[in-house]
T-cell receptor
Framework: DAGVIQSPRHEVTEMGQEVTLRCKPI?????LFWYRQTMMRGLELLIY????????DSGMPEDRFSAKMPNASFSTLKIQPSEPRDSAVYFC??????????????FGPGTRLLVL | AQSVTQLGSHVSVSEGALVLLRCNYS??????LFWYVQYPNQGLQLLLK??????LVKGINGFEAEFKKSETSFHLTKPSAHMSDAAEYFC???????????FGTGTRLLVSP
């Protein structure tokens, strides 16, 4: 049974370039989350989708960040233009939302982004 | 607002010793509580969670945690540490309804032979 799939696993880019991170959630899950992990700030929720609709994007740092979920099996997180302070590990997670809040989130392996 | 405090960014134990990782939460309503583990260069994996019912929750790999409402705590324990337990452990809270997990800053468990 495939878990959450993220690509690429590693990305090195130069400041100012566009970066696109991709995520395929677990089949049948209806909620998708994008997190960012850094040493300084720990794990931060960036945005949360339910049934492909963005529910809360209050964690998105600024307008340079955007996320889409065109269908139930694919989501992207885009950074344009990228800056060195965006360097982090970006995780995608999915869950089967039952409306209680006690649902388990399943995490992908992450994309390690380095912006030079 | 909900929050999580994990005491100790690093905990060191010897193989075979008791593991105790501390987590205290702040929540205005009865919370849902989670412990996740992260091995190097991997994503987070659920160890255990408390939703309702029994306050002592058993998880994978011999870990367990007890929800103590009076102490607003959800400490993680394992009777005997194994080398393979070396990882980073995150406590998280969710007040329910909306699936917004708030994570603690993590505790790195080091296990020495």
């Amino acid at each position: 049974d495939a878990g959450v799939i993220q690509s690429p696993r590693h990305e090195v880019t130069e400041m100012g370039q566009e970066v696109t991170l991709r995520c395929k959630p677990i089949s049948g899950h209806n909620s998708l989350f994008w997190y960012r992990q850094t040493m300084m700030r720990g794990l931060e929720l960036l945005i949360y989708f339910n049934n492909n609709v963005p529910i809360d994007d209050s964690g998105m740092p600024e307008d340079r960040f955007s996320a889409k979920m065109p269908n139930a099996s694919f989501s992207t997180l885009k950074i344009q233009p990228s800056e060195p302070r965006d360097s982090a590990v970006y995780f995608c997670a999915s869950s089967l939302a039952g409306g209680t809040g006690g649902e388990t989130q399943y995490f992908g392996p992450g994309t390690r982004l380095l912006v030079l | 607002a909900q929050s999580v405090t994990q005491l100790g960014s690093h905990v060191s134990v010897s193989e075979g010793a008791l593991v105790l990782l501390r987590c205290n939460y702040s929540s205005s309503v009865p919370p849902y509580l989670f412990w996740y583990v992260q091995y190097p260069n991997q994503g987070l994996q659920l160890l255990l969670k408390y939703t309702t019912g029994a306050t002592l929750v058993k998880g994978i790999n011999g870990f367990e945690a007890e929800f103590k409402k009076s102490e607003t705590s959800f400490h993680l324990t394992k009777p005997s540490a194994h080398m393979s337990d070396a990882a980073e452990y995150f406590c998280a809270v969710n007040e329910g309804g909306f699936q917004k997990l708030v994570f603690g800053t993590g505790t790195r468990l080091l296990v020495s032979p």
